[in-house]
């Protein structure tokens, strides 16, 4: 792959509850994957640019399902890992009352925990347009957090442009642990994008435009504040702009996040101004929770405009 996107992190395979109740009581569960870094990969991909995946699953069945979902959106696998030593990480995605959605992680020790910098593919990087890390991985252990400042670093030699989404994940590492690694990562970065509270984990407060501004005086040229159903509020070059939310009912709220980058990153990759980036980005968001799954209701470049033009429509 020449261009595009390029995203090193850890994807797990996702067991998936599809009726409401307690998991002990369910009879079936449907199978599929899930990580933030392959679902932007995804993401990206659908809006029709080049985008690969870097990352470790185990050699085994769970470690196949995950290449072949991802293979299957056009994302570059090639750069992808078996590991014979460990299992694929899994993850589990509960309902136990109506609305209510609780992830339970399996990924101590997996394949996402032993990433180290010799697993990126230099000269994937090097010709990427954008590389893409979380907040996550850093998390999974000192190797992979050595991993995602190698490629960072890789990137930036390279002139290829760092994006981070800082996705903290309290069950990954505490607060006081994550706050200085997060830090030091956004600073080297191009874009960051946060929620509200991964701001004031950063040490940002104030109301999201300021939030915005802070960040964004942390290092990077572009600072995203997610606000879910509120929209989103950016800093990019020292100009403050917002955009409202696409009104959805809401099913599945795991991915949007994702799905907001994708849409951002992919605009920002085509050359488009902030406005449009962020109205992309809004709109992915709004599909990514329409229905359910991590990444399976992400759209294509076609399919952008159906939920402002078309809703309650027959199309024929």
């Known amino acids: 792959m ?6 090193i992190g850890e994807t797990m395979a996702l067991f998936n509850q599809p009726g409401v109740g307690k998991l002990r ?23 029709g640019l ?54 339970s992680y399996y990924r101590r020790g997996g394949p996402g925990s032993l990433l180290r910098p010799s697993d990126v593919d230099e000269s994937l990087v090097r010709q990427a347009q954008v590389l893409h890390v979380s907040g996550i991985t850093p998390a ?41 690694v997060l830090r030091d990562l956004v600073r080297r970065c191009d874009v960051v994008f946060a929620g509200g509270d991964e701001a004031e984990l950063l040490g940002v407060s104030g109301e999201p435009h300021e939030q915005a501004r802070g960040l964004a005086g942390l290092g990077p040229a572009e600072a ?6 509120r929209g989103a509020v950016a800093c990019v070059g020292g100009v403050s702009h917002t955009v409202a939310p696409v009104p959805v009912e809401a099913v599945d709220a795991v991915g949007a996040g994702d799905a907001f980058v994708a849409g951002y990153l992919a605009e920002r990759m085509l050359g488009k101004p902030p406005e449009e980036r962020l109205r992309t980005a809004a709109a992915c968001g709004a599909f990514a929770v329409s229905v359910p799954g991590d990444w399976e ?14 809703q309650g429509a027959v199309l024929r």
């Open 140 to 180: 999974l252990s000192r190797s992979a957090l050595e991993t995602v400042r190698a490629s960072i670093g890789l990137a930036q030699d390279s002139g290829v442009a760092v994006s981070m989404d800082v996705n903290y994940r309290a069950a990954l590492w505490s607060a006081e642990e994550a706050a200085p």
């Open 297 to 310: 209701g992400f759209p294509s470049r076609a399919e952008l405009d159906l939920l402002t033009t078309n």
């Open 224 to 229: 995203v504040v997610k606000l879910g159903a």
């Open 50 to 103: 080049p985008a690969a995946w870097i990352g470790r699953v185990g050699a085994d069945e769970l470690g196949e399902l995950v290449l072949a979902r991802i293979r299957a959106e056009c994302v570059d696998v090639s750069a992808a890992l078996r590991d014979p030593g460990v299992a694929t990480s899994l993850m589990i995605k509960e309902r136990p009352l109506p609305g209510v959605v609780r992830v």
């Open 2 to 7: 020449t261009g595009g996107l390029v995203t």
């Open 25 to 47: 009581h369910m009879s079936n569960l449907t199978m599929g994957i899930g990580g933030a870094e392959s679902n932007v990969a995804i993401g990206v991909a659908r809006l």
